[in-house]
């Protein structure tokens, strides 16, 4: 005789981590969010959509990469799950959608409630900051796939926009100006050269950095600023044409994105001080300059382009809500690149 718990997968912690979860999705919470009785399904009602005149509905899905990894070395789990809300939300209001609610999955080697109920505390954190509910996930035990230890995150998003105020390349002119939303540090992208050299220089994440006035772990698991309403309010306030969010690919890469094909953006390296943290990284492993650009945020965690009016009202705006902005650089003619001077 044999059972599914001695295959290594562990019903009952499965039920327990939901009961342990239950008040902390519960502060996600929308008003569009409806109870579903099978509890199969996450239900949002979508008679919310009958003000808008043309309503598009978007969708992103995205990981933490590989912090998670560091955030089970350091057995610190409750701020990873707003690394992803990030992540996924921050991709939505791009466009100038809305995020209204998110899924996630958890995959993971044994479920350990009381981490699970962590990990997914810190997804219904980072959806209330974002003004989205999480209606549902999924865990799954992957014995013999994935240590005792080890799990994985992923999330999607389903946001809207109404059609004729969608942002995007479409609306960029020459002289609009570009403007940096600073980053809460190194985000959720480039951990596995994060890793790399930790590896190669033998840092200890628990070591207090002087340059940080913390330790390097505690620098490592800072969570991913979350965006969302901060830009839906600047949209709503002021003239913006378009946003790019800064992950994987750098500024560059993926202000380019944000770009129609006859416009550059020129960026002013000494408009602002990276973080010490890409400092400390890029001295330890001596990185080159180009890898850093191309790997990390370097402090600018979004970038929105706005006319040139809208340049000082923009800055006031983003100043009263706590959000350090600044002037990164122009939009000029060209070919569709960002560049920096």
Same mark, same amino acid.
């Given at each position: ?27 996600? !919470? ?30 992103? &899905? ?11 070395? /350091?057995? =610190? ?10 992540? +996924? ?21 044994? +479920? ?26 999924? &865990?799954?035990?992957? #014995? ?13 998003? &389903? ?13 960029? !002119? ?30 200890? /994440?628990?070591?207090? +950095? ?5 330790? /390097?772990?505690?620098? $490592?698991?800072?969570? &991913? ?8 309010? $600047?949209?709503?306030?002021?003239? +913006? ?18 770009? #129609?094909?006859?416009? %550059?953006?020129?960026?002013? !390296? ?15 492993? =001596?990185?080159?300059?180009? %890898?850093? %650009? ?23 705006? /983003? ?15 060209? %070919? ?6």
């Amino acid at each position: 005789m044999t059972s599914y718990a001695a295959a290594g997968v562990d019903i009952d912690a499965g039920e327990r981590a939901v009961e342990l979860m239950k008040a902390k999705v519960a502060r996600s !919470r929308r008003p569009e969010v409806v109870d579903d009785a099978s509890g199969f399904a996450g239900l949002f009602d979508a008679s919310a959509l009958l003000g808008y005149r043309r309503p598009l509905l978007t969708t992103s &899905t995205d990981g933490v990469g590989t912090k998670v990894m560091l955030a089970q070395r /350091l057995d =610190k789990h409750d701020t990873i799950g707003i690394d992803l809300v990030g992540m +996924v939300v921050d991709d939505l209001v791009v466009c100038g959608a809305e995020p209204l609610f998110m899924t996630d999955y958890i995959a993971c080697g044994k +479920v350990v409630p009381e981490r699970i109920a962590e990990i997914v505390g810190g997804v219904a954190e980072g959806c209330r900051m974002a003004g989205c509910a999480l209606i549902g996930g999924e &865990t799954a035990e992957h #014995p013999g796939a994935m240590g005792a230890q080890e799990y994985d995150l992923a999330g999607a998003a &389903t946001g809207v926009v109404e059609a004729d105020r969608m942002l995007g390349r479409d609306r960029v !002119r020459e002289g609009d100006v570009v403007l940096a939303l600073a980053s809460s540090g190194i985000h959720s992208n480039g951990y596995s050269l994060v890793r790399h050299i930790i590896k190669l220089a033998g840092l200890s /994440l628990g070591a207090e +950095v002087p340059e940080l006035g913390r330790t /390097l772990g505690e620098e $490592l698991l800072e969570p &991913t600023r979350i965006y969302s309403l901060d830009c839906l309010e $600047l949209a709503r306030s002021v003239d +913006v044409h378009a946003y790019a969010h800064i992950t994987g690919g750098g500024l560059a890469g993926n202000l380019s994105r944000s770009l #129609p094909p006859t416009l %550059d953006a020129l960026l002013d !390296r000494s408009s602002w001080t990276p973080p010490a943290v890409f400092e400390v990284l890029a001295g330890h492993g =001596k990185v080159a300059q180009a %890898d850093m %650009d191309r790997t990390f945020n370097l402090g600018v965690g979004m970038a929105a382009i706005v006319g040139p009016d809208a340049v000082d009202p923009a800055l006031a705006l /983003l100043a009263e809500r706590g959000l350090p902005a600044w002037v990164l650089g122009e939009i000029v003619a060209g %070919d569709g690149q960002a560049r920096f001077r």
